[in-house]
């Protein structure tokens, strides 16, 4: 590969162009003095020392004294950029510590806002990892009660947020779930539905299974409702989640979850029915 190429490569992962020069330019040779490394560089003699020193400071590079000379020689690549990486990684923990000492005050400032227009209720999202990490934020700081109508595709895949279950149950937090069994279509498939049923089952939640849901629909509290919606219009077909804030729509959205809970059945029921109908076991 092309030196070029190869400074341009390495860039990205941290590192100037004038790092990146110096470092390949050490690799080639066992120890140099800052003033033979200008030499063999584009870097010049009033620059050379900056850029050695931000070399050493990443540890890419070590600075020894020999007969009175600092000698430069450069850490092999695999160390090296592990500990470019190691740094980086360090500076993103050091921000997250940051940040979990504020979240609590700024979530309360969020809480408390003065809503005034009708578009504050609602938050659209068509980004898969925002509306997971809002609607995970959401379940984590109920207060009373979690519905869901559980049917795929899922923001959260099935038995990825079982902890985050437990957590509720065990803050006394109601949680109830109706599962579309549809797609449930061989035996094997059902048998995963109903294992991950009695997953959640086993850490408190309140399960029942039925054939169809009419929508993708979380309601919170009686008072947020997270409603997602397939795109059937685009070729690669996505989630757009919609997050409302607003008591009366939440209540009815609660009136029309009891309605199918009514109609749904048990996990054990679902199984006899099954059964029933194969005349085969369906979980072992």
Same mark, same amino acid.
């Given at each position: ?14 590192? #100037? %162009?004038?790092?990146a020069? =110096?470092?390949? /330019?050490?690799?080639?040779?066992? /120890?140099? #003095?800052?003033?033979?490394?200008a030499?063999? #560089?584009? =870097? ?6 900056? =850029?050695?020193?931000?070399? @050493?400071?990443?540890k890419?590079?070590t &600075?020894?004294?020999?007969n009175g ?10 160390? *090296?950029f592990?500990? +470019?990486? $190691? ?6 923990? %050091? ?9 609590e ?8 806002r !003065?809503?005034?227009?009708?578009l504050?209720?609602?938050? +659209? $999202? ?5 509306? !997971?990490?809002?609607?995970l934020?959401? &379940? /984590?700081? *109920?207060?009373?009660e ?5 049917k ?12 985050k279950?437990?957590? *509720?149950?065990?803050?006394? +937090?109601?949680v109830k779930s109706?599962?579309?069994?549809m797609? /449930?279509?061989t %035996? ?9 049923i009695? %997953?959640y ?8 299974i ?6 993708k ?5 009686e008072?947020?409702s997270? @409603? ?20 009366i ?5 609660? !009136?029309?979850?009891?309605?199918y ?5 048990? =996990? ?7 059964m ?7 979980? +072992?």
């Amino acid at each position: 590969m092309e030196i070029d190429d190869l400074i341009n490569k390495i860039q990205p992962i941290g590192i #100037t %162009r004038r790092e990146a020069e =110096v470092y390949i /330019a050490l690799l080639k040779n066992s /120890a140099l #003095t800052a003033g033979e490394i200008a030499k063999i #560089t584009s =870097v010049s003699l009033n620059k050379i020392y900056e =850029v050695l020193q931000s070399l @050493v400071k990443k540890k890419m590079c070590t &600075e020894n004294f020999l007969n009175g000379s600092k000698l430069f020689s450069c850490i092999e690549p695999h160390i *090296a950029f592990k500990n +470019v990486i $190691l740094k980086y990684q360090e500076e993103i923990d %050091r921000k997250k510590e940051m940040y979990l000492d504020v979240e609590e005050s700024l979530m309360e400032i969020y809480k408390d806002r !003065t809503l005034k227009t009708p578009l504050d209720y609602i938050e +659209v $999202l068509s980004d898969r990892g925002q509306a !997971t990490d809002r609607f995970l934020s959401i &379940e /984590a700081n *109920a207060d009373k009660e979690i519905l869901f109508f559980s049917k795929g595709p899922y923001v959260v895949e099935l038995g990825e947020n079982v902890s985050k279950v437990e957590n *509720a149950c065990n803050s006394q +937090v109601k949680v109830k779930s109706i599962y579309e069994s549809m797609d /449930a279509k061989t %035996r094997e498939e059902k048998n995963n539905l109903i294992r991950l049923i009695r %997953r959640y089952e086993s850490v408190g939640e309140e399960a029942r299974i039925i054939n169809e849901l009419p929508i993708k629909l979380v309601i919170v509290d009686e008072s947020i409702s997270i @409603v997602s919606l397939l795109d059937n219009v685009s070729i690669n077909p996505s989630l757009t989640t919609m997050i409302v804030h607003h008591n009366i729509f939440a209540k009815s959205q609660k !009136t029309l979850f009891e309605l199918y809970w009514d109609k749904a059945i048990t =996990v054990d029921e679902y199984i006899a029915t099954q059964m029933e109908k194969s005349k085969e076991k369906i979980i +072992v």
